[in-house]
């Protein structure tokens, strides 16, 4: 995607050989960059969600693993590596499905080509997804266009939470790949970007890219969408997801839930943007999926930009209050209407899914 004219992605490898990100706790007031050099580097930046959002987490821990092969690339190094980062997010399946990849490509090999190995899985990944991601879009750009074939000379209005951006992936974004595919098509639109509280990623980082890109947008308080739905100024929504069962629930940031709810409700479409790699085979329940609960300083303090330009944290609640902070939530497969994946739209359940992937049909007998 485009930054100021320049081409980016969010992760890349750099000539010293360490691992370039977009330090996206900086965002949207400062567009840092930072290199890691480390297990430790890369544990730390998808831990302090300086890399964040299923597909991106699963590359970043992809190029974590081999960067902890350079510091020791016995077994005991790659069980280590593999443990560390495994601990840092619980809740996206990317993140095991990727490290499970790398292992698997290089648990066999001697320990003096491990390394190479390595990085050559976590490149081939990282390219994979660029290629998912523009797939996805293609096939959800297809509903925007139905919907704008509905009404004529007239925007089309998509709601989205969180970011499911190309911030969230190498390139491209899922929930997001469709309308910057529909923008480029030439078709109008206008996003409602919920705010995404309590870290903001829709008012920080959804807003931020699609600013960037041109893309006609408007922030809204998190409470807001379901009014927006009432009054009939939203066509669709479509969100991201860090894991999707197999039956069809999808586990996505804290609040897509309700807007799920409300969008039953109104009669809105409600759709959910996802690489096969965040489909978790194993699960038939959405309850089962483990919530990540996250520090109480989200939800008692924000950062912003001061009027001098100075970045400050302020306290929001009262001392001594407390505070519950779970990261995700899980909307129930009979809430959503599609789930636009790299093969095309699915219904959300086990037999939509399963005529897209075949290959995970469980074995009869």
């Known amino acids: ?204 980082l959804t807003a931020w890219e699609l600013g960037r890109a041109g893309v006609p947008h408007t922030v809204i308080a998190d409470n807001a969408g379901g009014h927006f739905m009432q009054h009939g100024m939203v066509d669709l929504a479509i969100v991201g997801t860090d894991r999707t069962t197999r039956t069809g629930d999808v586990c996505n940031k804290i609040g897509t839930y309700l807007k799920a709810l409300a969008a039953n409700d109104c009669g809105v479409p409600f759709y959910v943007a996802l690489p096969s790699s965040t489909i978790d085979w194993t699960l038939t329940d959405g309850r089962d999926i483990p919530i990540e609960e996250r520090s109480g300083a989200e939800v008692t303090h924000i950062a912003g930009r001061t009027k001098d330009g100075a970045i400050a944290t302020v306290q929001l609640t009262p001392d001594g209050s407390k505070v519950a902070n779970p990261g995700f939530d899980v909307t129930p497969a009979r809430l959503v209407t599609g789930l636009i994946t790299e093969r095309g739209i699915a219904p959300a359940t086990e037999q939509g899914l399963l005529r897209l992937f075949p290959e995970r049909a469980r074995p009869k007998g």
């Open 1 to 204: 995607m485009q930054i100021d004219g320049k081409p980016w992605r969010t992760i890349w490898r750099n000539q010293s050989g360490g691992i370039g990100i977009i330090d996206q706790t900086r965002l949207p007031h400062a567009f840092e960059t930072l290199t890691l050099r480390t297990l430790d580097d890369a544990a730390v930046a998808i831990r302090t969600m300086q890399v964040r959002g299923a597909p991106l987490i699963g590359a970043a821990a992809a190029y974590g693993l081999a960067l902890g092969l350079t510091e020791d690339a016995t077994d005991l190094g790659l069980e280590r590596a593999h443990r560390r980062l495994i601990e840092t997010r619980p809740t996206a399946v990317n993140l095991r499905w990727a490290l499970g990849r790398v292992v698997d490509a290089v648990c066999a090999l001697p320990p003096e080509v491990r390394v190479a190995t390595a990085f050559a899985e976590a490149d081939a990944l990282a390219e994979e997804d660029v290629a998912i991601n523009a797939a996805i879009g293609r096939f959800g750009a297809e509903l925007i266009k139905e919907i704008a074939g509905r009404k004529p000379g007239q925007v089309v209005n998509i709601l989205t939470h969180c970011n499911a951006g190309w911030l969230a992936t190498v390139d491209w974004g899922t929930a997001t790949a469709p309308i910057y595919q529909a923008f480029a098509a030439g078709i109008p639109l206008h996003v409602f970007v919920d705010e995404t509280r309590p870290r903001n990623q829709g008012a920080f």
